[in-house]
Each structure stands twice: as structure tokens, then as C-alpha cells.
């Protein structure tokens, strides 16, 4: 199917697919706060509409134990190839609320950027997908290949009940290859194909001490302090030059392969570049590794937050009754969460003094994942980028986590094609959220003609999906 | 003067007092935070009134740069010893409120137990004060002898406009001693004389990393993370024993004297009291002493809080940009806080690494007070605590900083009476705060006697006020 009506139709309507994600990306679709549960499920009927505006007459929403599904499919001939495409209308909470330019839920644009809470992550990237499906039904009337679309609103908190369902169903989601655009590219003249991701294990970690807050000034000498203890507990994780020191942690961490550690210190971001993203004046982390192999090839545990006693302005002369902590490990293959989970578990157990008790609860777990790109719609998404950005894509490594990849890899046995199209200073998570608008527009662009450029593939079954070695041939 | 109309009085108008402190403790006046200013000034002008109606003619409000001062006095005959009267109507947070059984500013009855934030600390000790000044000038129109009152709203905070007052307008305020009601005795059977109080120093440490919050999986392994650099600091400020390891901290702690450690440990609680309590199962801290000697004789480091990151439910996968957590240092003779405060600064900068910052801001600062009890007004509390609460008092040490005793102290070079009605297990500073009325009642008695035994005293100028060895000549 000739590609120039549906990229013309995309160039022409460019500033109303902005106002629509502007739409979009006005719902607080916080999933991991409950006060918004109305949020998810209008920002879901807000999708599911619009699909159905767009072509998807059947696009329907499914309901879960927690945040609604929102799924659409056509398909346009047995002979085509079938993509199942991912995307998730969830979003981090916007905390902290201070440090946002404007409202995190009013997107505005400013210097070609738009900004908001998830307009990158991921609503504004699987909206370039979902706007390239478009511009070939209100041009053509029907697709250059057949598509899945299934949409979650749990991604942020782990997707549990996408996982549940794509296991439950998979003859109804069933594909032969999976398109997920929630990743970032090096540069807006550098887009990148991302073939491995880092595991999750979130765990939150409580220590109690006495029955109730305790007045520090009588007490304090006498009691254990929780809050102390926490941090103590938390100190001895890593050692001192940023390993972490849990027993057995690192046993299942694969060597590194000498040809990829190569091929990446090329293509991917420099100590130099990684620091200007993070905004921050030094790297930090264990010896004997890159940067960027420190937040990819490497594991890693982060303190997303603490918390314990009193918080407030000036000064409350307590020892706190509890203190908490939210550790959040990012895995590599090939270890397995649930057994990091038993290990953290029995040392925090053995560095828990006798004065206090400890409490470990796992929020979220998530396997590390590589995918194999020695298939042919790697070749076709290269072309695709080619011709979207106008520059061959390059094969990175993210150090984040994307539940639903890990599960549509495993349960479906299918590529993934993490085509990303985010930049690496767009802040997803942090404050001020943004979303390069003019890569927002090369990405509908790719993805039209990715969908062209997978039409053409000699159909003749899914691709092996095996776990490489050096996971890339094309380079 | 003859105190048996008074006792009369007072025990008729039991029921009336409570009305009144219940009254008294509704205001929510919180002087730690800002918003509740309005409630302070309210306060302090409920109590300028109710001081007015029970004969203190001139009582009246000194604004100062935060919460007001109420003063009030009555110079009966230049013949009769001067008796400054102190208390403070502000009061700690009630925080957690999740934990209070009734709300922390609609005080309740129960089981003879008032309950509610400030009815022990210190609206309820201070309020038996004034209703035994109220006794005698209902009953006799005078007071047996020369009072000056002075009632604060910084106390949890620090006391510094009192400090500033004291300091300014020694001529107004000097006298032959003073009487604080707001500390502990071991048992309503067991009253007691605190001779010595523990200086204070709160700080508040802040670790910053990253300009805002990253994404721990693109960010982690390679941005050192403020929450778990501020644990690895807070966990070198302990031994494994729990003695604090700052560098020089120990210097100036006077060796205890051996003849007082017999005799706290005879009066003084036993670490079971101690951590019954506390409803504690374990104690804790640096060996070599009991948990007594260690929450009174021995300084103490408390965490009363930590905070970073996300705080939420679930979870939010991020490196926070910062964390802070609130220090208070508890400080015993000769330990000066301002030197401490430089050793700790001194500390956590040797401890700071190079990928974050750090710092240190002085909230509060108190030095430790001992106060040589060898003198007339300490016969006159025996007595009166004899006939008040039937029981001979014992002489202890509080864990605890009172900052305007030591002010009051040093500036006027009187000796302080602090006088106790609270009980050890009142929750101080915890949620669920409570007073327990039959002491409420029996230091109204106390207070009465004490002011008619003070009276008698052959007034001839000051007493001494050196720092004692052991300052107790009474036992």
C-alpha cells in the first residue's frame, strides 16, 4: 500500500492531533494512587471513543480487577502479517507538585514541547501510533497490515491484570510481532530500536519499634529508634564504591558479551551525556563499567522514597513508632525477581536487630527481558526509522522496566519492537514532563511506514524468539 | 495565710477546673506550625482573660516576633519572696493523627484521664498553678505571696522570644526563685523534684543530589541517590553499641558522680518502668548504663524523622532529588550545643561524598541545666509535696529540655522548682496525650501549700545558684 496519502494526511493534521493529546493527556490517570480510579476509567472511555472514531468501530473497553483494558482490532486480510500493538493511558503521580513549571495535568506548549504528566510516557508515544493507524483508515479505509491494539492503565504499578489477560486470551491477542513505543532514542537525528530492558523488584520496607511515637527528650538513649535502624539497614545494601551487598545478588548476573560492550560504548550515551540528561555533576555507581552500562547492563537498586516520623515544619522531638522505605531493584539477565526477592528478604531478616521488627512486601516484580532482532521486522522498522527520521536507527539498551514486554515476549513468544520516540531529556517520572513535538510527528511518520514496510514481508509464520547472544545482526 | 480556705475552694471547684482546662486545650496551638498562628494568639488571649478574671487585674499580651508572651503579676508586699511562675500554652504537633482514639483538640474524659494534645504538656501542670493562685484570691483576695507570670507559646520550639524577653527585661521578671510545672514524677505516690534536664540541639539534614527527581530506571546505578547517601550518614552517627561516633562528642560529658548514680538508681526508674512506659519489649543504647542513666545522665541521639521521594501508595520509580531528616541530639553537663553543632557539621561534611550535597540547619539549641537544689524553696516543695500529694518527693533527673529553664537559670540566677504532676506514662509528645485528673487535683493542693511555705521563708535576698556536685542536700 502506497504510503504518501497516509504521511500527507499526517503532515496536514498535525496541529489537531497535537490538540488531541493535549486531550488525552489532560485525564490525572495516576494508577497507582486510588483517588483516581474515576480518572483511569473516563481517560480509558475517552480512548476507547476515539478509536472507534478513528476506524476501530469495535474498539471496546474490558474491564479488570483494577484499571479498565481498552482493545481494537481489524483485521484486513489472512494473508497479512498481524501486529499487536501496545501502549499503556497510565501515568506516573506527578509528585512532586512544587517543582512543575505548570500544571501537570494542563499541558501546554512551549518551544516545540509539550508539557505534562505522561505526554511522553507513554501517551504521547503510543498516540503517534494510534494517529498513524489513522491517517491510513481516513485515507484509504483500511490498513497495510492486520493490528491488535491493546491499551492497559496499569503500567506504572506493574501490569498486573494485562499480564492476567494476555495469558488468559492469548488466541484472541495472538500476533506475530509486537510494536511498543514507551522507550527513549539518543537523539532526535539518532533513533534507536531498544532490544533488552532492565527487570524490576519494588519492594517497600517497614521497620516498627515501639507501639507508638515516643517523646525523644524522656526516651531517647533507651529505645531503638526505627528511623535509625531503617537507615542503618539501608546503609549496609551497598558497599562503599556502589555495589550492592546483598548475598548471592549478582550470582545470576550474565558476563557481559565483549562484542556488545563494544558495539554500545559507539552507539550508545556517553558518561558525558548521561550526566547532562540527569542534569547532575557526577556519576556514581560500581567500578568497572560505563554509565551507560551501569543503567543498562548493569543492576541496580535505587531508594525511591523514605519515610518516618514527623515531616512537618521546625522541629518534633519524637522517636518515630515506624519508619518506611521504597527499594526499587532493576534487574539483568539472569536473574529472577522472586528469587532477589527471597534474598533481600533474608538479609534484611539478619540485619534486623532484635529492639524492632522488619516487614518486607514486594509492590512489583518484573523479569529483565531481551529481545532477539535477527528477524525481518527489525528490518522493516529500519527502513521505517530511515525514512521517519530520516537516520538509521541504532540498537540500544534501557535500563527501564516495561512489564507487558517481558509478558508479551514469554506468553506470546513474538518479537517485540520497541521503537521508541522519546527524547533522554523529556523527564519521564520527574517534574515538567515533556514531549519533543517534532519527533512526535517523525514517529507517526515511522510508524506508517513500519505498517507499510511489515505488509511486505513474505508472511510465513512468527519469528524464532529465542534468547541471543549478541541479540542484533543488522548493525 | 492560712491555706485551708483555699484547699476548700479548691477541691469545691474540681469539676469547674477541668470545664475550663478542657477549655483551655481545645486551642490547637501548635506553635511548630504556621497555619495555626491565629489559634496561638487566640489562646494566649483566652488565658490573658481568664488570668484577668481571677484577679490579676493587669494580665496582658506581649506580642513578640512569632507567638505572643501573657504576663501577669501581683506584688502583694515588698516584704514577701518573689515566686516567677512559668508555663507555656503552646504544644507539639498532634501528628500521627491516625493514631489518636478521640480528636487531639476536643479533649475527653475517661477513667479520671482527660485526654488531648497539651492536656499534660503543658496547659494541664500550668493550669494547677493558676488555679491555686485562683484559690487564694478568691478565698482571700491576696496571695501569700509576690507572683510573677509568665506564660509562653515557642516552648516546643525553642522558647527564643521568651529568651530575648528574660534577657531584655531582667529588672521585670526578677525574683527569689521560680516554679515550672512541666515535667514527670515516677507515680502518683511518688512525686518528685527534677534537679537536672538534658539540653537539646535540632538540627535538620539535607542531602540533595540531582536538580529533580530521575527515573530510576533509566538513572539508577548511575546517579548517586540523596535518600541512601542521607542513610549512610544517619547510620554513622552510631556504633553498633549505639554510642554516638562523632568525633569528640564524649569530650565534655562529666563523669556521673557515683554517690548520685546510687541514688537515682534507688529512686530513679527501673528499665522495666522504663520500657513498660514506653510499651517497649527491648532497650537499647550505649552499655555501661541503665536505661534511666541512659535517657538522663548520658546524651542521646534521636532521628525524629526522614523523608524523601515518594511517599505514596504504590510505587513511583524514582531517584529523588533530595532527603532530609530531622536530628536532635539530647546533651548532659558540660556539653555545649553550639560546639557540638560545629563537631556534627564538621562530620557530616568529612562524611559528605563528592556526587551530593549536604546541609546542616540548626533549629533549636538548649544547653543542659543542673539546678543546685540546696536551698529553702526546696524545703518548702517538700512540704508542700508532703501535704499535697501525701508522699515525701524524691529528686530526679528528666531526659528532657525545658530551654526557658535554663534561660531563667542562667539570666536570673535563681534557683528553678520544678515541680511535677505529669505522669511517665501521659504520652508526651505522643498521640493520644492525656493528664490524669487526680494529679491535676493533688498539684492544685501542692501548689497552694507550696506558695503559703514559701511565704515563711525569712526572706533575705537570692539563693545561691553554683553549679552543685550533686545538688540535693534533702534526700
New interface residues.
Partial sequence: MNTSLAIKYAQKNQSRFVRELREFARFPSI????EYRAALNNCAGWLAAHLRSIGFKRARIIMTRRHPLVYAERIESADLPTLLIYGHYDV??P??LA?WHSAPFAPVLKNKYLYGRGVSDDKGQMFALIKALEAYLQTRKALPVNVKCIFEGEE???SRNLIDFLAKHKNVVQSDAAIVSDT?IPATDKPAITYAL?G?L?LELEIR?????????????????P??V???I?????DET?RIQIPGFYDRVREPDERERRYLARVGATDNE?LE??????????PGFT??E??TL????????????????????????K????L?F?LVDDQNPQEIAALVRAFIARLT???VSSLVKT??AAKPVVINLKNRFTRAAVAAYQNGFGARPVFVR????IPPVSAIHELLGIPVMMLGFAL?DD??????ERFYLPNFFKGIATAIYFFDEISKINFDGSEPCRRPTFPVNTI
Fill in positions: 494508577s497507582a494512587q486510588d506516573q503521580p509528585e512532586p517543582e506504572e504499578i506493574g527513549s532492565r524490576a519494588s519499634g515501639p507501639e507508638q511515637d515516643l517523646h525523644s527528650g524522656n526516651f531517647g538513649g533507651a529505645i531503638h529508634n528511623a535509625q531503617l537507615c542503618e539501608i546503609a549496609k545494601l551497598h556502589g548521561i540528561n540527569a542534569r547532575a555533576a557526577a556519576g556514581w555507581g560500581a554509565l551507560y551501569r543503567t548493569r543492576p541496580a537498586l535505587s531508594i525511591n522514597g523514605i519515610t518516618g516520623g514527623y515531616q512537618g515544619p521546625g522541629t518534633k522531638a519524637i522517636i518515630p513508632a519508619a518506611c522505605a521504597k526499587s532493576r536487630p532484635p529492639t509492590q512489583f534501557s535500563g527501564g522496566t533522554p523527564r519521564l517520572h520527574s517534574p515538567n
